[in-house]
Nanobody
């Protein structure tokens, strides 16, 4: 149906910036029915947490308290981006892109991209 492909992870020093990208590919029928897109992250030994979300039509955004003012989520149709600034070692995690279909029809995940912030 829909595949999500992330890019942009890597190693950066504390205080640095990275931009993650995620593109939806596959069935145009289901891509056109994507509603909310989001970024999640999971650090070693930790549970996966929501970092930022953005809706389709109204572009409403939500952020985890830990990233407010430092991360910005944006969207261009079926592509979603996460601009990360002032990175901290505690931001180190595997970041995954998520897309949910309208009415709960479809819940898609990317394979994840590693972000490592050195102290």
């Amino acid at each position: 149906q829909v595949q999500l492909v992330e890019s942009g992870g890597g190693l950066v020093e504390t205080g640095g910036s990275l931009r993650l990208s995620c593109a939806a590919t596959g069935s145009i029928f289901w891509i056109n029915r994507i509603d909310t897109m989001a970024w999640y992250r999971q650090a070693p030994g930790e549970q996966r947490e929501s970092v930022a979300t953005i809706t389709s039509s109204s572009r409403i955004t939500n952020y985890a308290d830990s990233v407010k003012g430092r991360f910005t989520i944006s969207r261009d149709n079926a592509k979603v981006y996460l601009q990360m600034a002032s990175l901290k070692p505690e931001d180190t995690a595997v970041y995954c892109c998520n897309a949910k279909g309208i009415g709960g029809h479809g819940n898609y995940w990317g394979q994840g991209t590693q972000v490592t912030v050195s102290s």
